[in-house]
Nanobody, 128 residues
Framework: QLQLVESGGGLVQPGGSLRLSCAAS????????IGWFRQAPGKEREGVSC????????NYADSVKGRFTISRDNAKNTMYLQMNSLKPEDTGIYYC?????????????????????WGKGTLVTVSS
């Protein structure tokens, strides 16, 4: 069974940091583009960041550039999102998603929501 499981969410004060993880089971992430998406209360899900299958290409939403860093460890079948200088507007449920091939590359470039596999999300709350 193909699964993506997010972890690392929690409550953090503005200006703080969190590191999210996304672990895959039932399949290898080696050939998949993987992305992070988030959904704030009352808002649509939006793309945050994405990384290519090789790790050589990354993409970030303008709102997180310079603060978030995406990475992957294919040997551990896991992806990470290091989030620094967190702001209250970063609050939301963070989801990881994956897709392969040309579709994965396209969705990674555009940060669109159409990836095939999704985790159930981890909640990030930025509040004092």
């Amino acid at each position: 069974q193909l699964q993506l499981v997010e972890s690392g969410g929690g409550l953090v004060q503005p200006g703080g940091s969190l590191r999210l993880s996304c672990a895959a089971s039932g399949f290898s992430l080696d050939y998949y583009s993987i992305g992070w998406f988030r959904q704030a209360p009352g808002k649509e899900r939006e793309g945050v960041s994405c990384i290519s299958s090789s790790g050589g290409n990354t993409n970030y939403a303008d709102s997180v550039k310079g603060r978030f860093t995406i990475s992957r460890d294919n040997a551990k079948n896991t992806m990470y999102l290091q989030m620094n200088s967190l702001k209250p507007e970063d609050t939301g449920i963070y989801y990881c998603a994956a897709d392969r091939g040309i579709k994965g590359v396209r969705l990674c470039h555009s940060l669109e929501k159409g990836m095939a596999y999704w985790g159930k999300g981890t909640l990030v709350t930025v509040s004092s």
